[in-house]
């Protein structure tokens, strides 16, 4: 590997914009004689010195990528984290599709001192001169498809600062990227059903063709992927459309009033006890609420729990109350996971992945 005697500072705006870069398969790509990327979707590798991951720039470390999902109904981290000596980094390892290398210029340590190696004496000068550059991106640096970004600084310090400082931003951008790996992988095919049946609440629902039509009605559809093994989380996705005709209609309480509204109308943990349907869980945890857009929509997300009302059954849920003002139109949209006993995290990313990749249609093309 060359040297890397380029830095770049990294300004707010233009960070968020690569945040959200896609890994695109370009003809280059195609015809390059790298190997493909390859790891487990939300897996990242982290080369750095046992001693830093230990101490507090591994805390820090830990604070980014180790921090709980939100509204799970048990303690998941946002990513799987694999620590590496850098030294143990082999040719199988550098084909990872998500890997982080950390380091300070000041550490005396062989193992930081290898990844101080890749940067030439000048690299290093503009970073000690400079404290607020702390990260350099490589994309396809040992394989194609993959996310390789190394994080830096004068000392231990200086790069728990920046770390703390741009928490959100890190995690954005393996959240966002690894959301657009698993699109790709779920949209190979879609179902044609689902997005004829979307089409009449003026949506376009884009799902895999494993998704099948468990209840279809003017102003609701109910999708379900069916499991017949164990190992494999239970998914459900509904959408409801009704007129928005009051910006109270996206408050915290009005959106759970809506909720159990839908629910009882169709949502049964047992079709033939009327008492199942579906509740959010008020308690633990309690409903996360965040104002969002999609597509250039107002939007508000939903994360928490549920549970049936006989307290039967329970699990995670992700929605998105979404607002068209065009069309006078709120829609509904939410994914819920039945996995008893078993880590959500993954199910609510495909819920997440798919119900963001759900559009307003124009009015025009909206099915009568």
Known sequence: MKKINRLFPL???????????????????????????????????????SAKWQGQVGDALKDIFEADVKGLIRDE?????????????????K????????????DRSSASQNINALFSKEAKEKASADPSLYMLR????????????????????????????NKNKLQN?????????????????????ARVAGEKLGLSINVPASYQIAKAENDFLWLRQPT??????????FFYEM????????????????????????????????????????????PVFSNFRINDNFA????????????????????????????????????????PSQNHREAIREIETLLLATEILPREEQAS
């Not at 084909?95 to 000041?106: G, H, L, P, S």
């Not at 393996?174 to 959301?179: D, G, I, S």
């Not at 939903?302 to 006989?310: C, D």
């Open 228 to 237: 017949p093994r164990t190992d494999r989380a239970d998914i459900s996705l």
């Open 243 to 286: 007129d928005y005709t009051s910006e109270d209609q996206v408050f915290p309480e009005e959106i759970i009033k809506l909720r159990d509204k839908i629910a009882q109308a169709h949502l049964y943990g047992d079709p033939n006890n009327r008492n199942s349907y579906l509740v959010i869980e008020k308690v633990d945890p309690s």
């Open 11 to 49: 300004a707010s705006l233009l960070f968020l914009a690569m945040a959200f870069w896609a890994c695109e398969e370009t003809e280059e790509n195609k015809n390059s004689k790298k190997p493909k990327a390859r790891g487990a979707i939300g897996e990242i590798i982290i080369a750095i010195d």
């Open 77 to 93: 981290s946002m990513f799987t984290v694999r620590r590496v000596d850098p030294r143990a980094m082999t040719r199988i390892l």
């Open 138 to 165: 490589s994309a396809d640096e040992y394989a194609v498809g993959q996310e390789l970004i190394y994080l830096f600084g004068k000392n231990d310090q200086e790069l728990i600062s920046n770390l703390r400082a």
């Open 173 to 193: 951008l393996f959240h966002v990227r690894e959301r657009d790996r698993l699109e790709k992988a779920l949209l190979a095919r879609k179902s044609s059903a």
């Open 300 to 339: 508000v997300e939903i994360r928490g729990g549920w549970k049936t009302n006989n307290l039967s059954m329970g699990g995670s849920f992700l929605a998105y109350v979404m607002v068209d003002t065009e069309k006078g139109k709120l829609y509904y949209m939410e994914g819920f996971v039945y996995f």
């Open 95 to 106: 084909m990872a599709t998500n890997i982080v290398y950390v380091t300070t210029f000041d």
